[in-house]
């Protein structure tokens, strides 16, 4: 699923890497490269992907989406890894976004299928968010000013999910995945203008702005997005991708 996608994308070209055959589903026709088999599904429309999960012994899945019950349902006896985040650390319903992601998490064990569940922190591609107000001027508006997050790159996130997806040892497990180190909004707005040659600057504005999930993720459990976690490195072998280095490969982006 969401093989387009920042970390989907990134999962299709890791596994066509070390030469697996890949079913990827999409939303649109598309093309794909040798190895990839395209599947044109809407992961929000209930059965969508029942009939391409019989052909399949692992699966990259993301959370929330309406077609997951018939999905896992399908997948038999396949290796699902799924794409939840930190929030699902909060282990409870109330959070909005922790429910959807715990949702899929108790799915897939409902499911009784084995499983790794990829819990990230926020993505260092969250900073395209901020593409709008850097068209409209060099000031950058943002929450939480003074929470750092250990972002993480979401090439990371997917080299992550092609190991668990190919090699043996990691069913069962739930693995946190960070960026390598904990960065303010303010010092984020630092490396971006450094990156794209400007002077930015920072302000902040109320958390509320940033939504009521985001206010008992980001303010009440600082743990879950500002720890360093040590699983990029202890599994690639390589520490993990900072923020200035996915700067630097995504600078067009911005514009
Ligand atoms: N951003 C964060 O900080 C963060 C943190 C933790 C977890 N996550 C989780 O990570 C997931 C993947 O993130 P990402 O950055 O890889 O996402 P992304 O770049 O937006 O890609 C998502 C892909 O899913 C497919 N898709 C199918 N139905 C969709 C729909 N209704 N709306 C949007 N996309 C749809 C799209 O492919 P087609 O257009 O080809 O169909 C798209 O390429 C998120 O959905 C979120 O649950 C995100």
């Not at 890791?14 to 809407?42: C, F, M, Q, Y």
């Not at 018939?70 to 922790?98: I, K, M, Q, Y």
């Not at 990230?120 to 508006?141: E, K």
């Not at 459990?221 to 690639?236: F, I, Y």
Request: aromatic content about 4%.
């Amino acid at each position: 699923m969401g093989a387009t996608g920042n970390v989907g994308g990134a999962v299709v070209r890791g596994l066509l890497e070390r030469g697996e055959e890949v079913l990827a589903v999409s939303r649109h026709e598309r093309k794909w490269p040798a190895g990839v088999t395209g599947i044109v599904a809407d992961p929000m429309r209930p059965g969508s992907l029942d009939a391409a999960a019989a052909d399949v012994d692992r699966a990259f899945v993301m959370s929330g989406y309406a077609a997951e019950a018939g999905l896992l349902a399908s997948l038999r006896e396949a290796h699902v890894v799924l794409l939840s985040a930190s929030s699902a650390g909060l282990g409870t319903g109330d959070n909005p976004l922790a429910r959807m992601h715990l949702g899929s998490e108790r799915a897939v064990l409902g499911a009784g299928l084995p499983h790794t569940f990829l819990r990230p922190c926020s993505f260092q591609s969250n900073l395209l968010r901020w593409r709008d107000q850097l068209a409209a001027g060099d000031a950058v508006r943002a929450p939480f000013a003074d929470v750092p997050v250990a972002m993480v790159d979401p090439a990371d996130i997917a080299a992550v999910a092609v190991v668990a997806l190919t090699e043996p040892g990691h069913a069962g497990l739930v693995h946190r995945l960070s960026g390598p180190e904990a960065l303010t909004p303010p010092q984020q707005v630092g490396l971006l203008g450094e990156a794209l040659g400007r002077e930015l600057s920072f302000e902040a504005v109320p958390d509320d702005e940033g939504g009521a999930a985001g206010i008992d993720i980001f303010r009440h459990h600082p743990d879950l997005e500002s720890e360093v976690q040590d699983t990029v490195p202890s599994l690639l072998g390589r520490p993990a991708g900072s923020l200035r280095d996915w700067l630097d490969r995504n600078r067009a982006a911005f514009g």
